[in-house]
């Protein structure tokens, strides 16, 4: 084309080229009076790969002006003026201002900001780029988040993030356990939670968010990172950011999902006839008929369940223009259960707008969340245990449609499973609203004011009913049980932050103030029975005819307000953009501890050393990253405390029933709790040093993470002598836990070409967990036992050892050492001998713990074309986890009037014992589960008004590969008691899910 040019231009005459000259003098002339009159910029927008990009803003700077791309990156934009300026904008990609002057054809290519991407984190009030980091943190984006049908946000990151270990049940009404870097406190509950932080709102329920709304989760797991929240950050803080809409972009999104889920796996039970076999060969005298007997062959377990649908939909709108930015969405989520009458149906609304002013000056806001929650349930205990243990030589029903019952049969699984299903039922209403508003200012260049507001409003409504052919109430005419409780949180929270750069010197400094009250269990509880018909069961109560007054419970819980007033401030520095320097400094005074410990401080530091930014990395052109950090800090616990927690509280002593006191029944009123002005919030102290690095040009990226975290202070309630204090329980400060490990993050690219890519994410961490104390100068223990498990003879037994030395979780159970001549289990005494009797619980040993050596997640995205394909390895490895459901199924000598499982017919009918809970039954909990795969396929329709549309097919729990005999090895590994399956029957289920989403 050059040559074309020049040999044109070298063809004319002298003359020619003055005409020539003349022309375009006469044009440009002309063209500005012309241009008073409008005219077209016409053009088109492109990627990195010359692909067109739909839905970029382009917008007239210093007006209103814009339009949007369509679907062939194409634009059209009337303009005035000579000269104008276009400003194009697209979410992921660096924006470019281009100046115009008469070309009215305007192509652009923009390139993808990597910062904006991948690099920016959500610390504590403010954000960072990754690279200047010091601190252990993991950011997981919307698009590497956890496909399939999530009852909770937090299941998201299953296997996402090193050191993070989340555990889910098939049951659609429990939430999953979630514990970071190993257990750090000796109480349960949200104590061994992480804490959350909702778009700046500490505290704040996951479950009020739908996870289509959420645009990504930063885990921050050392306490250089997590002592800026204080006496709430010890089990680390995940921070959630949601969904906003980007200046001149309008968006309007639906997805939803169609699933269906099958039992994975059950326990195998006996038929009837292998039942009815197993007893006649072995000399037993057939069932009683037609009481236990009438001929059937019934599979309870398939009576009880269903084949599961779950639908979910979510309808998003959002947009922005130079001022303001504003959004809406509608989520709603029915999941139906495994078991019949279970249930979970959930809509959340969400509604948010920002203001700017005075050139962006003054930035209003304000967002409206609400989140309501109905469940439909059974009685688990009961009904999970009765479909195994339920003879199956009986039918469910009479000839007359009447459930079949035997109330006279001993054992376990005493009553009709179905008549439990159908006969029982609770329901649970929840409502959570969170409104949080925020206005920040911009004092000075560098210097912002931000003032944050919001309020949590959690209603809960339970609602049982027994009716009166409930085998659980039976002659009580019904029993009904209802409670309201309502819990608020209002939170208010002032800060500075000062951000400059001074030649090669950076410098943030944030200071603030943070106030936080927390009024729980405002409400009541009440139960009350003997109704005259079931019709509206647990409405109406005072229809109730209760025979006496003892036949009236009232729940004793108390309205608790916890205050919790805060002053914090952080220093960021960072030096020609190699040495980094992060100090941070918390007081938090607390209401919920004692009179001389309410106030306590939590400092942190941290340092870092960008090494690829030396001059003699440049030697070593294959490393295209490379960071050293260190930082030690404390943090602290104080979730899961009431008001009352270090204080002396009057009720009914456990076991007072009431009495007659001058001819008027009296509840009797005593010390329930005795106070402790020393009770103060447990100390995590927390040592990490990190390796970040990229090679060959962050193809392969990844870190190396190894922590050592202390935890002292530990709160538990021990044994008081009442000569000393009213109750014979003190809650106080004793004991110290130690978690040290290494997390080892591995992300590449090994293939990435114009059509295909494939990347892929690999973390393990290994944690090791030891009690070092639990005893000091005042309070001595030499253990605490824990998980008491119960079963036939076995009430008083624990299985479980906290113990110095010992890692939480250690069993501590009888050695069992085979059978003997007549078929019997024998067992080891603490002697050393045999006994084929039930040994003592002095005969108990430690064996073994419920820890794993590893966690680990394997992730992979593959991308062709309009095709992507992704799934999710994750499991743990090296832990035991104790069967005691096989345990207690395992009782031969019961089979005359109670089911067993096909692992029994192998064990004596004599074999008094086999029940037993000993170490014959702790088995390998190691597993290795394909846990997602997702195909999807996006189309792009040359219509203006349909960005895209994406399908997807989906499955989850596809496999899993383990040795353990139970129905899933992914039990609890939180908590006081990890690694315990004690009759958790809930099946676990197997989904496969159709969805769609467009974006228009």
């Not at 100046?99 to 652009?108: L, P, Q, R």
């Not at 250089?224 to 999104?253: E, K, P």
């Not at 064990?907 to 086999?914: L, M, Q, T």
Request: hydrophobic share 35%; with cysteine.
């Amino acid at each position: 084309m050059k040559q074309i040019y020049h040999r044109f231009i070298n063809g004319l005459s002298h003359h020619s080229r003055q005409w020539i000259m003349l022309l375009c003098a006469i044009v440009f002339s002309v063209s500005p009076a012309l241009s008073q009159t409008g005219r077209t910029i016409r053009g088109t927008v492109t990627d990195e790969k010359n692909q067109p990009l739909p839905g970029v803003s382009v917008l007239v700077a210093g007006t209103n002006t814009g339009v949007m791309t369509d679907v062939n990156g194409a634009y059209s934009l009337s303009v005035t003026g000579n000269i104008v300026t276009l400003k194009f904008s697209f979410i992921g990609y660096l924006p470019k201002d281009v100046k115009v002057g008469a070309d009215n054809t305007v192509n652009v290519s923009l390139l993808p900001d990597a910062r904006q991407l991948k690099d920016v984190v959500v610390i504590g009030y403010g954000t960072s780029s990754k690279k200047d980091v010091t601190g252990a943190i993991t950011s997981v984006k919307a698009e590497e988040f956890n496909a399939g049908v999530l009852t909770t946000p937090a299941e998201l990151l299953q296997g996402k993030v090193a050191g993070l270990n989340i555990t889910k049940s098939g049951d659609p009404n429990k939430q999953p356990a979630t514990i970071l870097r190993g257990p750090s406190t000796l109480r349960e509950g949200a104590a061994q939670q992480p804490f959350y932080v909702i778009d700046g709102v500490p505290g704040a329920s996951i479950d009020l968010l739908a996870p289509a709304d959420i645009e990504s989760i930063d885990v921050l797991k050392d306490a250089s990172s997590t002592a800026i929240y204080g006496s709430r950050a010890a089990n680390g803080v995940i921070i959630v950011t949601t969904r906003r809409s980007r200046a001149g972009q309008t968006r309007l999104t639906y997805s939803a999902y169609g699933a269906m889920e099958k039992v994975s796996k059950s326990i195998d039970m006996l038929t009837a006839d292998e039942l009815r076999k197993y007893l006649a060969d072995n000399g037993v005298a057939p069932l009683a008929k037609p009481l236990d007997d009438d001929g059937s062959n019934t599979n309870w377990q398939q009576l009880a369940q269903k084949t599961s649908y779950s639908q979910n939909h979510n309808l998003s709108y959002s947009g922005a223009g130079n001022n303001a930015e504003y959004g809406a969405s509608v989520n709603y989520f029915k999941n139906d259960g495994i078991l019949k009458n279970t249930s979970l149906e959930r809509t959340i609304f969400k509604g948010y707008i920002n203001q700017r002013f005075f050139n962006d000056k003054l930035k209003l806001g304000i967002t409206i969340t609400n989140s309501g929650t109905k469940s439909d349930d059974i009685v688990q205990s009961q009904v999970l245990s009765g479909i195994l243990f339920y003879l199956p030589t009986v039918s469910p029903f009479n000839p007359d449609g009447s459930y079949k019952e035997n109330f006279a049969r001993t054992g376990s699984g005493t009553l009709n499973p179905l008549s439990l299903i159908d006969n029982n039922f609770i329901k649970t209403d929840n409502n959570k609203t969170l409104i949080n508003g925020f206005a920040s200012v911009d004092i000075l260049k560098g210097l912002k004011f931000t003032l944050n507001g919001s309020t949590q409003k959690d209603q809960n409504n339970v609602n049982t009913y027994f009716n009166s052919k409930s085998g659980l109430a039976v002659g009580l005419g019904g029993v009904a049980n209802r409670t309201a409780y309502k819990s608020t949180s209002d939170v208010v929270e002032a800060f500075l932050n000062y951000d400059r750069e001074f030649g090669l010197h950076s410098v943030k400094l944030l200071g603030g103030y943070s106030y936080q009250q927390d009024r729980t269990n405002d409400g009541f509880g009440v139960q009350t029975q003997g109704f005259s018909n079931d019709n509206l069961t647990f409405n109406n109560l005072f229809l109730s005819n209760p025979s006496n007054l003892a036949q009236i419970k009232f729940d004793p819980n108390y309205i608790s307000t916890l205050r919790l007033i805060s002053y914090y401030g952080r220093v960021q520095y960072q030096y020609n953009d190699k040495y980094l320097f992060q100090a941070s400094l918390r007081e938090d005074g607390s209401s919920a501890f004692g009179i001389n410990q309410r106030h306590g401080y939590f400092p942190a530091a941290s340092v870092g050393w960008r090494i690829i930014s030396e001059k003699f990395m440049e030697k070593l052109p294959v490393i295209s990253d490379l960071k050293l950090r260190a930082g030690y800090g404390v943090s602290g616990n104080s979730l899961g405390f009431d008001a009352f927690t270090a204080q002396l509280i009057y009720g009914i002593p456990p076991g007072g029933g009431k009495f007659l006191n001058n001819g008027v029944i009296t509840n009797p009123i005593g010390p329930v709790r005795n106070d402790n002005p020393d009770l103060k919030w447990e100390s995590t102290a927390t040592t990490n040093i990190g390796l970040d690095f990229g090679l060959f040009n962050n193809r392969l990226t990844g870190s190396v993470d190894y922590y050592i975290k202390k935890t002292s202070d530990l709160i538990y309630t021990y044994q008081v002598s009442t000569t000393q204090y009213f109750y014979p329980l003190l809650t106080a400060n004793v004991g110290k836990i130690k978690n040290s490990g290494i997390e080892v993050v591995l992300n590449a690219i090994p293939v990435k070409s114009k059509s295909f890519t494939w990347r892929t994410s690999f973390n393990v961490s290994h944690n090791k967990n030891v009690v070092e104390s639990l005893s000091n100068a005042t309070f001595a223990v030499n253990n605490i036992q824990s998980a008491q498990l119960g079963g036939k003879g076995q009430s008083g037994n624990y299985s479980q050892v906290i113990q110095p030395g010992y890692a939480i979780g250690t069993y501590y159970l009888w050695h069992y050492l085979g059978k003997n001549a007549n078929g019997v289990s024998t067992y080891q005494k603490a002697d050393g001998s045999t006994t084929a009797a039930q040994p003592l619980t002095t005969d108990q040993r430690i064996t073994g713990n419920a820890q794993p050596k590893f966690v680990y997640g394997w992730s992979n995205s593959f991308n062709y074309k309009s095709f992507d394909f992704n799934f999710l390895v994750r499991g743990v490895y090296g832990n035991q986890i104790l069967n005691a459901t096989l345990a207690s199924l395992n009782n031969p000598a019961d089979s005359k009037f109670q089911n067993i499982p096909r692992f029994t017919l192998g064990e004596s009918f004599k074999d008094i014992n086999g029940y037993l809970i000993s170490d014959r039954f702790l088995e390998s909990g190691s597993y290795l589960r394909l846990d997602n795969a997702t195909l999807g396929y996006t189309i792009r329709p040359n219509v203006k008004a349909i960005k895209n549309i994406r399908l997807y097919l989906s499955g989850n729990n596809i496999f899993v590969i383990t040795k353990y005999r139970g129905v899933d090895p992914e039990i609890n590994i939180g908590g006081l008691t990890p690694g315990i399956d004690n009759k958790d029957f809930y099946p676990k289920t197997r989904t496969f899910s159709v969805g769609v989403t467009a974006s228009f």
